[in-house]
């Protein structure tokens, strides 16, 4: 008898479980792939170790804050932030016909952009800000305000509102065209007013921290152990059964596998609170070149960009949407005196799942090549072309994002509706994770630790 089953080894999973184990809980987790992290992972293909996932880790502060999502989970999980090493952004970019905006982890740079670009919203930019540093994170009536009602009684410029959008909805928003204000604040935070960096070693070095304390501290980690459902009776959790026949008892589930994605697991025919599926995923096409970045002229750690003055933010029709996306290259933080190795470009664009479901495994892979280079065309539109010095190239797919995540639909980000709390209509079946609410690598772990804390350790 478990005292917490754990249903993945992703972020929130392995935050949750270390969180538990501390408290002497007897903790299983639970995956189904042969490896952890779920879509923030890595792998081996011809030589070359490559991360998914992870571009950056958002909420870093400087060293020795004490207040804010890194500072918490860090004490909470009882893991130095030297641990993870984390190297800030060189600076990154939101690129918009006609506009560059720049901005770094000193907050004054993106202010001072925007009065230079934007002068008459400077004063409307400061007002933003206010009330986004005022906002409380436990408020839940503001997940029901519109960000777009919001920013148009704020800020009176639309150019400026759709540049904010782009990189935040890339980075955190389920929601198709709009976002609700309090995920909005989250990321605003997250990313602008905190700031963005990476460990050098890629999303492998957290992972490997979070294992390695997990098992420390006795919790049992089960790869390759997929649970087929979660066994209720008289409206409560009993256990699991596991996709091998083996039944698992424990006194409560704590499931990362997603809101409609638990629900189905469930064996007791109830009714439950349906959620939409989220519509949102994504391609990314990862290439190796011969040369860092830095030396074909391109600095940006990250570039958000947009082909018009209005950002769509929808499932798109076409299997991609190249009118805009994320570019990032790992080499673009600072990384001290490390030495880099061959350089690395990222780009990321909205995907349209029914069209890469619906192929049969050899035109899957020849729509790969033509759509990597679709994408790689519209993103040298703004970062130097770096084509002639590619050694290698991979792509991923929403069909690859179900693979690693579950996600009905590839979802990146889940359903939009979000069950802040983690209750479920079981009174010992409980949500972290995406479905929570909080997203990123970040925003998983403290998801993973807010849940453990709230529904596991007190009773």
Same mark, same amino acid.
């Given at each position: ?47 070359? *170790? ?86 409380? *994170? ?178 798109? *029709? ?66 130097? *072309? ?74």
């Amino acid at each position: 008898m478990y005292d917490t089953i754990i249903i993945g080894a992703g972020m929130s999973g392995l935050a949750a479980g270390i969180r538990l184990a501390y408290f002497d809980q007897r903790v299983c987790i639970l995956e189904k792939h042969t490896t952890i992290g779920g879509l923030n992972s890595f792998y081996r293909m011809r030589g070359r *170790d490559y991360d998914v996932g992870l571009h950056a880790l958002t909420n870093v502060t400087p060293k020795g804050t004490k207040r804010g999502p890194l500072a918490r989970l860090l004490k909470q999980l009882r893991i130095s932030r030297d641990d993870f090493q984390i190297s800030p952004q060189l600076g990154s970019d939101i690129v918009f016909p006609g506009v560059r905006l720049h901005f770094s982890n000193d907050f004054e740079r993106l202010r001072s952009e925007i009065a230079r670009e934007f002068p008459k919203q400077i004063d409307n930019f400061d007002r933003l800000v206010t009330q986004i540093a005022e906002y409380d *994170d436990l408020d839940e009536t503001h997940q029901a305000i519109s960000a777009r009602e919001r920013l148009s009684e704020l800020i009176s410029d639309p150019l400026l509102v759709e540049m904010f959008f782009c990189p935040l909805m890339f980075y955190g928003s389920a929601r198709e065209h709009d976002m609700d204000w309090g995920q909005f604040s989250i990321m605003f935070r997250s990313i602008f007013m905190e700031g963005l960096g990476r460990p050098y070693a890629g999303v492998r070095l957290i992972l490997k921290h979070l294992v390695r304390k997990f098992r420390g501290l006795g919790g049992e980690l089960k790869l390759r152990t997929g649970v087929k459902q979660i066994q209720v009776e008289n409206g409560h959790v009993s256990g699991v059964l596991l996709e091998n026949g083996e039944q698992l008892q424990a006194r409560r589930v704590l499931s990362s596998a997603g809101w409609p994605e638990t629900m189905r697991m469930c064996d007791d025919g109830q009714p439950v609170v349906s959620r939409a599926t989220g519509r949102l995923s994504f391609c990314e096409t990862i290439a190796a070149l011969d040369v860092q970045p830095q030396e074909l002229g391109h600095r940006s750690t990250i570039t958000f960009y947009n082909d018009s003055e209005e950002f769509t933010w929808t499932k798109p *029709d076409q299997p991609c949407d190249v009118r805009s996306g994320v570019i990032c290259s790992p080499n673009n933080f600072d990384y001290g005196d490390a030495l880099l190795g061959e350089g690395t470009m990222r780009i990321t664009a909205l995907a349209n799942f029914d069209f890469w479901n619906g192929l049969d495994e050899r035109n899957y892979e020849l729509e790969k090549l033509r759509w990597y280079d679709r994408i790689t065309d519209s993103a040298v539109r703004f970062v130097p *072309d770096y084509r002639h010095r590619v050694l290698d190239t991979d792509m991923f797919t929403p069909t690859t994002v179900v693979r690693f995540t579950g996600h009905e639909g590839g979802a990146i980000y889940g359903t939009p509706e979000k069950q802040f709390d983690g209750r479920t209509h079981l009174d010992n079946l409980f949500i972290c994770g995406t479905d929570q609410g909080f997203v990123g690598i970040i925003g998983s772990i403290v998801s993973g630790i807010g849940m453990a804390n709230m529904h596991c350790l007190r009773d």
